[in-house]
C-alpha cells in the first residue's frame, strides 16, 4: 500500500503570531551573471553593477550587486514561510541597505511577524506585516524592510490541482 505524504503547503493566516522568527532555509549565491542580467533587464545604466572595469575605478573596487535584485531575492527568500499563500503583497516599506552586497556573496535571510490582523474588507484573508533583513555568509547585513501582505485563511483560497491516484502497484524505472 502506498502511502501520500504532501508536501508543505505554505503558512496560512492563522498560523501567524506576532514574534514569531523564520530563519529562511535556502541562501543563495549571487552570481556575476545575476547581477548583469537583472541590471539589465530591468534597463538600469548604472555601469557600477555591469562594467568591471568601471566599477573597479569606485571606493568598492568591484560591482556592487543591483539593490532592486537584492530586493527581490530576500523577499523571494522568504516565500515559504510568510507569503506561500499570498493573495497579492501590499507593499514595502522602510527598505535600508546599511551595507554593500558583491558578485560572490551568500545572502541568507530571516524574518519576525510585528502585526497580524484580519482584514477589515476581505473575509477570506489575514493581514501579516513582517520585517525582513538579508545577511551575507559573514553576518554583515545588507538588507531589511517591512513588508506587508495579505494571506489566504486556511481553505479559502484557491487549491492546487490534485493528481490522479497510483496505481496499486507502482513500477518506477530504475
Request: aromatic share 10%; net charge negative.
Amino acid at each position: 500500500m502506498v502511502t501520500v505524504k504532501h508536501g508543505w503547503q505554505g503558512r496560512f493566516f492563522e498560523d501567524f503570531g506576532v514574534g514569531d522568527v523564520y530563519e529562511h532555509p535556502l541562501g543563495r549565491t549571487v552570481m556575476t551573471t545575476d547581477n548583469m542580467w537583472f541590471t539589465l533587464l530591468t534597463q538600469n545604466t548604472a555601469r557600477l553593477h555591469y562594467d568591471h572595469h568601471y566599477a573597479a575605478q569606485t571606493e568598492f573596487g568591484r560591482p556592487l550587486v543591483n539593490s532592486a535584485f537584492t530586493l527581490a531575492l530576500v523577499t523571494g527568500q522568504s516565500v515559504t514561510d510568510i507569503s506561500q499563500n499570498v493573495m497579492a503583497n501590499l507593499g514595502w516599506d522602510e527598505v535600508r541597505l546599511p551595507h554593500p552586497l558583491f558578485e560572490g556573496d551568500t545572502v541568507y535571510s530571516r524574518s519576525e511577524v510585528l502585526e497580524a490582523r484580519e482584514s477589515r474588507s476581505r473575509p477570506d484573508v489575514g493581514v501579516i506585516t513582517v520585517r525582513t533583513a538579508g545577511y551575507t555568509q559573514e553576518g554583515k547585513q545588507v538588507i531589511s524592510f517591512r513588508r506587508t501582505v495579505l494571506v489566504y485563511r486556511r481553505g479559502r483560497g484557491p487549491q492546487p490541482p490534485s493528481l490522479p491516484p497510483l496505481p496499486e502497484e507502482q513500477s518506477w524505472p530504475t
